[in-house]
């Protein structure tokens, strides 16, 4: 089943930048929308944004627009998720995981709607 890996995380103060990676395990993921997910202690899982397979195509929840920042490099084989501003109720586990893509008008989009499996994520603890 497709699994992607995540890394980059940790231990950082409120105010602080923390950047998460995300790459295939063993496959390429330039065909695949990618959607970034965390899960704070003791609440589900909650999608934070995702990208389509092109990169030309963003979304964010509220929570973190203007502090995240997705991006990709298909050529690297790796996406990644840019986190500025942190804030104490940022910390989780961050997951990155295949979505499914949605038509729209000339242009393929992202969804938060995940497929394959869970990896075991990075932890991002945000905390002085």
């Known amino acids: 089943q497709l699994q992607l890996v995540e890394s980059g995380g940790g231990l950082v103060q409120p105010g602080g930048s923390l950047r998460l990676s995300c790459a295939g395990d063993?496959?390429?993921?330039?065909?695949?929308?990618i959607g970034w997910f965390r899960q704070a202690p003791g609440k589900d899982r909650e999608g934070v944004g995702c990208?389509?397979?092109?990169?030309?195509?963003?979304h964010y929840v509220d929570s973190v627009k203007g502090r995240f920042t997705i991006s990709r490099d298909n050529a690297k084989n790796t996406a990644w998720l840019q986190m500025n501003s942190l804030k104490p109720e940022d910390t989780g586990i961050y997951y990155c995981?295949?979505?499914?893509?949605?038509?729209?008008?000339?242009?393929?989009?992202?969804?938060?709607?995940?497929?394959?499996?869970w990896g075991q994520g990075t932890q991002v603890t945000v905390s002085s």
């Open positions: 995981a295949p979505v499914v893509k949605a038509l729209s008008p000339g242009q393929t989009t992202c969804t938060m709607t995940p497929f394959g499996s």
């Open positions: 063993g496959f390429t993921i330039d065909y695949l929308a």
């Open positions: 990208i389509n397979d092109s990169g030309e195509n963003i």
